[in-house]
């Protein structure tokens, strides 16, 4: 059974960054190709990022870019999510997930492809 954790602080200023830690039980963390998404109480989740089980290969949805840095340590079972910039409109409840991937350089971006989902952390922002 894999579990996630988020953790990381809460609350940020415009302009600021923030780092969200994703800690995964689990001896293969390798194995798994792993996500983060955002959901707001306006709108459905969201694709932010995601990494795939070797860390070289990284997506970002377009409006994070440049300002957000995904990784892994696959010798300590996390994942990161570097925020830099931050801006209001990053307000929101963020998530990791995971899945198994079909190889070490696959990555998803679809709610649907990930198994495994933590239990979120609110991000707050303010202007």
């Known amino acids: 059974q894999v579990q996630l954790e988020e953790f990381g602080r809460g609350l940020a200023q415009a302009g600021d960054s923030l780092t969200l830690s994703c800690a995964v039980t689990?001896?293969?963390?390798?194995?798994?190709?792993m996500g983060w998404f955002r959901q707001t109480p306006e709108n459905d989740r969201e694709f932010v990022a995601a990494?795939?089980?070797?860390?070289?290969?990284?997506y970002y949805r377009d409006s994070v870019k440049g300002r957000f840095d995904i990784s892994r340590d696959n010798d300590k079972n996390t994942m990161y999510l570097q925020m830099n910039s931050l801006k209001p409109e990053d307000t929101a409840v963020y998530f990791c997930?995971?899945?198994?991937?079909?190889?070490?350089?696959?990555?998803?971006?679809?709610?649907?492809?990930?198994?495994?989902w933590g239990q979120g952390i609110q991000v707050t922002v303010s202007a």
């Open positions: 689990g001896r293969t963390f390798n194995y798994y190709a």
């Open positions: 997930a995971a899945v198994r991937g079909s190889g070490a350089s696959s990555y998803y971006i679809g709610q649907s492809d990930y198994t495994y």
């Open positions: 990494i795939s089980g070797s860390g070289d290969t990284t």
